[in-house]
């Protein structure tokens, strides 16, 4: 079965950074693609982001309103996918989710890691 | 960038049938994945490419997609379907999401 979970969320004060993590079991890490997909509170999905597999190029993709301030790295050693989020603004309050990603679409989600930017 | 369209909300009777739709510009030549959000918990995935079920996911839901409508379909709507649904497509590199439409039943 695989599982995602993620850690890091809390409360941070505007123009901070916060580092998430996503940790996943149960797939071959290696070859999957994990993306970051956040909901604001009371609001819709808006994707983040997204880490390739190395043997698929290794790219990573970012949605335009984080481009420049969040940096999506994985640890194939550890399984893990790491948001590193800079220059926080209010308006990227939110639930963080990681999720399995077949290029298209998103399989398996975690249950959410919540980010506050407020001072 | 590309925008996808979703009503606010959606009723159905129970046991009835339930069609959310998801507009976009040429819609139908891209793959539609469907997302099921209950509330307070984490989004699943009930349709994928379209109109493909993962693997638990009743026979009761399905997909279609033409044109410039993608359309979600639950018959035998039941108060455990009562959650927010969101289509998305893939767009370039960039995952989109419609805005989601919370579906009622009554």
């Known amino acids: 079965e695989i599982h995602l979970v993620e850690s890091g969320g809390g409360l941070v004060k505007p123009g901070g950074s916060l580092r998430l993590s996503c940790a996943v079991s149960g797939l071959t890490f290696t070859n999957a693609w994990i993306s970051w997909v956040r909901q604001a509170p009371g609001k819709g999905l808006e994707w983040v982001g997204r880490s390739k597999s190395k043997t698929d190029g290794g790219t990573i993709d970012y949605a335009a309103p984080v481009k420049g301030r969040f940096i999506i790295s994985r640890d194939d050693s550890k399984s893990t996918v790491d948001l590193q989020m800079y220059s926080l603004k209010s308006e990227d309050t939110a639930v963080y989710y990681c999720a399995s990603d077949y290029g298209d679409y998103l399989d398996d989600w975690g249950q959410g890691t919540l980010v506050t930017v407020s001072s | 960038s590309y925008e996808l369209t979703q009503p606010l909300s959606v009723s159905v009777a129970l046991g009835q049938t339930a069609k959310i739709t998801c507009g976009g510009n040429k819609i139908g030549a891209k793959s539609v994945h469907w997302y099921q959000q209950r509330p307070g918990q984490a989004p699943v995935l009930v349709i994928y490419?379209?109109?493909f079920r993962p693997s638990g996911i009743p026979e009761r839901f399905s997909g279609s997609n033409s044109e410039n409508t993608a359309t979600l379909t639950i018959s035998s709507a039941q108060v455990g379907d009562e959650a927010d649904y969101y289509c998305q497509v893939l767009a370039g590199s960039t995952a989109v999401f419609g805005g989601g439409s919370k579906l009622t039943v009554l």
């Open positions: 490419r379209d109109n």
